[in-house]
Every structure is written in C-alpha cells, then in structure tokens.
C-alpha cells in the first residue's frame, strides 16, 4: 500500500492530520490511542514511535497550529523598511486575511473547540499560540518603543496584555458562530463586531497611539466572515 511507503516525517504528519481531525470531531478526552492508531493506519510501534503519549500528540498539533500563525508574522518582520507601528498593523492584517481565506475550516474548527469535551483542547492550542506569538509581538513592539511609535514601558508585558484581549472576545464570538442562518445572527455578528472594535482601541491605549490608529479588523470583516443570511 502506499502508506507503506511514507517517509518518517509524512507518517508523522499523516498522525498529525487525523489527530486534529478526531479531537476536533470527536474531543481530545474521547479520543484514544487506539483510535488514532486505526485513523492513521499505523502500528502501536509505528505510533509510539514519533509520540510517547496522546498529549505529547496534542503537543504537537498546537504547535503546528500555531505555526501559521509565526510565519505569517515572520513574513512581514521580514519585509525591509517597514516601521514598527506599520510591522504592527500588517502582522494584524495578514491574520485577519489568513482567517477570511480560510473561513470554512476556521469556523468549523472553532465551533467544534467550543463544545464541552473540547476544553483541554481548546485551552491547549490558545496557550501555545500565545506562547509562540508573544516573543514576535515583543519584538515589534519593543522597537516601536526604541524608535517612539509606542510609549510602552515594558514591551513583554505590553504584547501580554494585547494577546490577553482575545479572551474578551470568545463569547461573542461563540454567540455569532451559534447564530450564524438563525434570526439572531445580525444581532450576534454587531456585537462581535463592536466587541473587535474596542479591542482595537484597548490595543491603541496599551500602546499609547491615539484611538483608531491600530487597524484591527475592517469594516464589514465580520459580516464577510460570518453572512448572516446564507
């Protein structure tokens, strides 16, 4: 078969891929070894071969998740020429546009993170994202400060706390998710929205910038997301 055939790497991928697919379907607790096992076609020596337990695969799917999100940073510190605040701004957009490009699976990924048993889960890939963008947001923020764009004394804990906000969105954005083709929905996607854009402005007075100045979501970016009428 040609599963016989995959290099180390690619098995491990390949587990990698129907680990994701069964913790978000059927929630990291319900899900066994054995389960991911047959999923991946692979031996009980082939599994414990790249992975020593389930959570050590769990590990390894959040850090991959958060992968896209460093390189979509990493890409824009790397463009020459770029401010701090501009670096900011366009990290914060190629987010929002990865998000619109793949809206389906984004939505449907969280929408399976809200239910119950996926609250390790959830709680996993949030922690480990934050954790591999906050050296990132440091990083611009702390030479946004050198050069006078942020008046921040501290650029750790300034990137801290912009990356707290997003628990202060995860109800409204449940609620629009939940109401999305229901008499709800333009309702829940306002709120969502309003609830984006003040954290836009907490994310300005973190920095110090006049309110408005950071662009974190466009007009219109919810409702484009999220259609209230399908």
Not at 3 to 13: G, K, T, V
Not at 63 to 75: C, F, Y
Not at 173 to 184: C, E, F, L, Q, Y
């Amino acid at each position: 078969m040609a599963q016989s055939y995959l290099s180390a790497d690619e098995r491990r991928e390949q587990i990698l891929d129907c680990a994701q697919n069964l913790f978000f379907t059927k929630g990291f607790e319900a899900t066994t070894v054995q389960d991911l096992m047959l999923a991946a076609g692979v031996s009980k020596g082939g599994f414990y071969h790249h992975f020593a337990a389930k959570e050590d695969v769990l590990e390894a799917v959040s850090q991959r998740l958060a992968g896209v999100s460093t390189q979509l940073i990493k890409e824009v510190m790397d463009v020459p020429g770029l401010t701090a605040f501009e670096r900011l701004n366009q990290s914060l957009r190629a987010l929002r546009r990865f998000k619109a490009e793949h809206a389906e699976g984004i939505l449907a990924a969280f929408a399976a993170l809200l239910r119950p048993e996926n609250m390790t889960l959830y709680h996993r890939i949030n922690r480990v994202n934050i954790e591999a963008v906050l050296p990132l947001f440091a990083e611009i923020i702390a030479a946004g400060r050198d050069d006078g764009s942020f008046d921040v004394p501290d650029a750790h804990l300034a990137a801290q706390a912009i990356l707290a906000l997003g628990s202060m969105t995860h109800d409204a954005v449940a609620r629009a998710i939940t109401s999305k083709g229901t008499g709800d929905a333009r309702a829940a996607n306002a709120a969502l929205s309003a609830a984006l854009d003040w954290q836009g402005v907490v994310i300005d007075r973190v920095l110090g910038l006049p309110d408005g100045s950071i662009q974190f979501v466009e007009p219109g970016f919810v409702d484009a997301l999220l259609p209230a009428e399908d």
